[in-house]
């Protein structure tokens, strides 16, 4: 059985939110763990007892993202075209109108001061280790000018190419790259229905925080050194 099965495992009401990521962390592990093969022992004894470990770090993580909270709402009463923060998803969402022209990735100057405080927030002793994952939206009106298609062949591209636009802002202003991932949706997870001119609701990039479960710094650099580098004299052109 699953180690959370031994007992009766407390109701969504009884958990705190670090309990029910660590539930759902336990959840994660314990599935990757029935897909291995026989033979694996040692790794499945370290992906059951994985979860316990993190319990901590997701406790600590949490309390110390109170003054994140405070500064990332303060951010949004800053910018309210801009962006809007939700504490208890832990999202912020830039409006795409106003982070973007239409059809483009070029970050509007408000939406690059806006990313300016978000990067000193993100480095902050509150936020320096999570996670963040941007995630771009688009509405379902077709890309059609020829000069966007070359760039963004669709609106999967679009809001791929958005999200990374704003990774990158946030990088240049000293965030540290192994924290981010990207990704985008294109105009399959719309949040409003769209009119015949779409919605602007659904142009959106949504930055998620979460607790980093591999640490990058030091532990990070630690571990880089067990990685083989080889050298190709010739590397192809990518």
């Known amino acids: ?9 407390p109701t969504t009401e009884d958990l705190t939110g670090a309990e029910l990521r660590s539930t759902d962390v336990a959840r994660a592990a314990f599935n990757v ?3 291995l093969p026989a033979g694996a022992e040692g790794t499945r ?3 059951l007892r994985a979860p316990l470990g993190l319990l ?37 969402r830039f409006n795409a ?6 059809g483009s990735v070029k970050l509007s100057e ?30 379902n ?26 990774r990158d802002a946030l990088v240049g202003d000293g965030v540290a790259p192994a924290r981010f991932s990207v990704m985008g949706y294109g105009e399959y997870r719309p949040v409003a229905a769209n009119g015949r001119n ?6 959106r990039v949504e930055v998620f925080l979460t607790p980093m479960l591999v640490p990058s710094g030091p532990a990070g650099e630690e571990l880089s050194e067990t990685i083989v580098q080889v050298e190709v004299d010739d590397e192809p052109t990518k």
């Open 45 to 47: 004894v370290a992906l």
């Open 141 to 166: 009106v077709p890309i059609r000018r020829p000069q966007t298609r070359a760039q963004h062949p669709t609106n999967v591209h679009l809001s791929v190419h958005r999200a990374i636009a704003v």
């Open 1 to 9: 059985d699953a180690p959370w099965s031994r007992a009766a495992e």
């Open 97 to 102: 109108d106003f982070t973007f022209p239409l």
């Open 33 to 35: 763990h029935a897909l």
């Open 198 to 203: 779409g919605s602007p609701e659904n142009r």
């Open 110 to 139: 408000s939406a690059r001061q806006a990313l300016a405080t978000f990067a000193t927030i993100l480095d902050s002793p509150g936020a320096e280790n999570l996670e963040i994952r941007i995630v771009g939206h688009t509405d």
């Open 56 to 92: 901590p770090t997701v406790d600590e993580a949490e309390v110390a993202c109170v003054g994140s909270v405070d500064a990332l709402t303060e951010l949004a009463a800053r910018y309210p075209e801009v962006l809007e923060f939700d504490p208890r998803r832990g999202m912020i």
